[in-house]
Nanobody
Framework: QVQLVESGGGVVQPGGSLRLTCEGS????????MAWYRQAPGKQREMVAA???????RYAESVQGRFSISRHKVENTAYLQMNSLKPEDTAMYFC?????????WGQGTQVTVSS
């Protein structure tokens, strides 16, 4: 059974940094995309960053230049480095892994940016 577990969320002041981790367990093969999404209260879930097999990255315009997605070379683990955080970055952050046959979601980790 595939399971994704996010960690690294918390409360941080504006301008601060956090690093989120998404650890995948179980049989995950043929990963095509590893991505981070977020959902703030009352808003739709939105893609924040994505890493396509081969190394191509995509970012939401709102986080371009501040966030960086990467993955472990061997393990099914993705990271999201978040710098210069703003109050509008406050949301539940979710990890998603897409393979050629399935997609998997984690349960999320809360990020709160507040002074």
């Amino acid at each position: 059974q595939v399971q994704l577990v996010e960690s690294g969320g918390g409360v941080v002041q504006p301008g601060g940094s956090l690093r989120l981790t998404c650890e995948g367990s179980g049989s995950i093969s043929g990963i095509y995309v590893m991505a981070w999404y977020r959902q703030a209260p009352g808003k739709q879930r939105e893609m924040v960053a994505a890493l396509v097999s081969g190394g191509t990255t995509r970012y939401a315009e709102s986080v371009q230049g501040r966030f960086s997605i990467s993955r472990h070379k061997v393990e099914n683990t993705a990271y999201l480095q978040m710098n210069s955080l703003k109050p509008e970055d406050t949301a539940m952050y979710f990890c998603k892994i897409t393979t050629r046959a399935n997609e998997y979601w984690g349960q999320g980790t809360q990020v709160t940016v507040s002074s």
